[in-house]
């Protein structure tokens, strides 16, 4: 009675061994054809994931990147323009009612006045210029090199001229011609290429053009002009007594209506 009960037990035991085994033997045998079939695991798939991810997420990251620095690019730009116009001369034309002290030694192009006061003594060399007879003087002065002192009262000037005109006709002269004379009450001035570190003028009333496009009607506003380069007019019988056409590095009215500075 034991012999056959416990050979029957140790089928069972075999049996169930074998069909582990198969089934077992079974599963790998699927992955390997289904890897070998369409060459994705579940490890590839899970590298493959990661990596698409990465690739975009660097991409993203490069794509930022590469927009930051044409911000700064942007940034630097912008701020290159405003440091260049800084370094800029301003182009204007001023008419003013007002006439400006200056004093200064100077080499200028020409100067050019008009003129009837013939009671103050103007010395040519060592002599005194004889202007009898006339009753308009217009007197140039050319490749002029000395002080020039002028307001709205009058001229001075003490220096040396290449060439002398008086109404048209030309002082003869070998050589350098030696001028000077003071307080001239003169009708008109006209001094070309001249170089002033500053110009102030007072409360007055005129018209401002800046380059082409910027026009300014001045009631009452103070100028000022720095680094001024250009052409000095002044007309003391028109309504209008100074006219100013050049350039600066610096260019500032102040008043009640308007406020403006340019640079």
Known sequence: MIGPHHASHGHKL?????????????TFLFLFINNNTEGISLTSAFVSDITDETVEGEAE??????????K??????????????????????????QIPEINKEAKLEEIELGFTDLTTKINVNTDKLELNNL???????????????FNELGISIDG????????????SSNGEIK????????????????????IELPNGEGS???????????????VNIFS???????NRESGTSLDLVGSAKGLGVNGDNLQLSLS
């Open 160 to 171: 040396t001229a290449n060439r002398i005109e008086v109404n048209n006709i030309a002082l």
């Open 72 to 97: 700064v690019e942007e940034v630097e730009e912008e701020s290159n323009k405003k440091v260049n116009l800084g370094t800029n001369l301003v182009n204007f034309k001023l008419s003013f009612d």
């Open 135 to 149: 009753q308009e003087v217009n007197l140039k002065v050319k490749d002029f090199v000395g002080k020039v002192e």
């Open 179 to 198: 001028l000077s004379f003071s307080d001239l009450d003169y009708n008109f001035l006209n001094i070309k290429n001249l170089e002033l570190k500053e």
């Open 228 to 234: 001024y380069e250009g052409e000095v007019t002044i």
């Open 61 to 70: 990251d490069l794509s930022l990147t590469e927009s930051f620095f044409e």
């Open 208 to 222: 401002l053009e800046v380059g082409e496009k910027m026009n300014y009607d001045l009631d009452n506003e103070e």
């Open 14 to 26: 075999r049996f169930y061994i074998v069909m582990i085994t198969l089934v077992v033997g079974a």
